[in-house]
């Protein structure tokens, strides 16, 4: 009998690895975009069918995204993350602590002032009715600004915006 010797390399998995800036996020009326990251490997293929180490997803229910990483060597690994997505109802601070955010009067019929304090830029204002739709959206020029919207009975949110992200939110009532 002859035998052959010969030698197997075994290459270990990739260690793919799948982050966000963030594990929860708003939802309607407010949906949020985020950025999600992958590495570990050479490239990527997510489960939204979407290729390359980035993804960026605006889930409307709270979400599972995975990555599949394959490796110069051709060996293949998985990672995910899971993102939340909030009803974000009330008041909410998204980023910045040190402010202060008061909507009156509330009730109000469609003239309202909004005191902000403690942002260093111009924000922006967005109010959305309850199915999500943009119905109106100025910009926060004093710590102290007055609106006169003509909206229409109902309730609305008012999402406070800076550097592109939702930092404050709250319910407006017009009747």
Not at 30 to 51: D, E, K, L, R, V
Not at 76 to 96: D, E, L, P, W
Not at 148 to 167: D, H, P, Q, R, S
């Amino acid at each position: 009998m002859n035998f052959v010797n010969s030698s197997v390399t075994v290459n270990p998995l990739p260690t793919v690895t799948a982050t966000s800036p963030s594990s929860v996020i708003c939802g309607a009326p407010f949906q949020q975009t985020i950025t999600i990251t992958s590495g570990g490997a050479s490239t990527y293929t997510w489960n939204t069918s979407a290729t390359g180490n980035t993804i960026s997803v605006s889930p409307s229910v709270t979400t599972t995204y995975s990555v599949t990483g394959t490796d110069a060597n051709g060996c293949v690994n998985t990672a995910s993350v899971n993102i939340t997505v909030s009803a974000c109802t009330g008041m909410q601070q998204f980023g910045v602590l040190s402010s202060e955010f008061v909507v009156y009067p509330n009730p109000n019929d469609g003239d309202f002032t909004i005191s902000v304090t403690g942002l260093n830029k111009t924000p922006a204002v967005e109010i959305y009715n309850t199915i999500g739709k943009l119905v109106y959206k100025d910009v926060l020029t004093a710590e102290k600004n007055t609106f006169i919207t003509n909206l229409a009975a109902g309730i609305y949110f008012i999402n406070i915006i800076e550097n592109g992200k939702v930092i404050a939110t709250q319910k407006l009532i017009c009747k």
